[in-house]
């Protein structure tokens, strides 16, 4: 049997070219960046309230997140993919340190994620959750660390 899938395959089972798998082993759909400005990758996003078939940033400790923006420049008003499931790059909250293992959630700083050995302990805090991370990085400014998607 031969390993190698089809385009054609993957665009008849994903149901559209807009949809896709990325390099990282991410699942992605493509929605309107209605964010307010160009896309940057790692952002994790909501769906827009104002908006048909939009994103916006997901706001601080955002109970109802839905992807990790995976590119960068796409125009506010473009299309935009967004990783939904899977592996995604997501941007840390500056000068937080990444750690392999850890719980990662929606922190106090739009479209940013923070990290914790401890999971939720709370029924708020498990509905912001994103993941787990994948990767340890020091913290800095704008750091883009690998996680596992697991959105509540």
Request: hydrophobic share 40%; aromatic share 8%; glycine share 12%.
């Amino acid at each position: 049997m031969n390993a190698l899938v089809s385009y054609e395959l993957l665009t008849a089972w994903f149901g559209s070219p807009a949809n896709g798998i990325t390099p990282e082993g991410g699942l992605y759909g493509t929605y309107i960046n209605n964010t307010g400005a160009d896309s940057v990758k790692g952002m994790i996003v909501q769906i827009s309230t104002d908006k048909d078939n939009a994103v916006e940033i997901a706001t601080e400790d955002s109970a109802v997140p839905i992807g990790v923006i995976y590119e960068d420049g796409a125009a506010n008003g473009s299309p935009v993919k967004v990783v939904v499931y899977g592996k995604a790059q997501v941007l840390l909250k500056n000068n937080m340190d990444s750690y392999r293992g850890y719980w990662c959630g929606i922190s106090d700083t739009q479209g940013r994620m923070i990290q914790s050995t401890a999971g939720p302990e709370t029924l708020v805090e498990l509905k912001r959750q994103i993941g787990h991370s994948l990767e340890s990085k020091a913290g800095s400014t704008d750091i883009l660390a690998l996680v596992q998607l697991n959105f509540i």
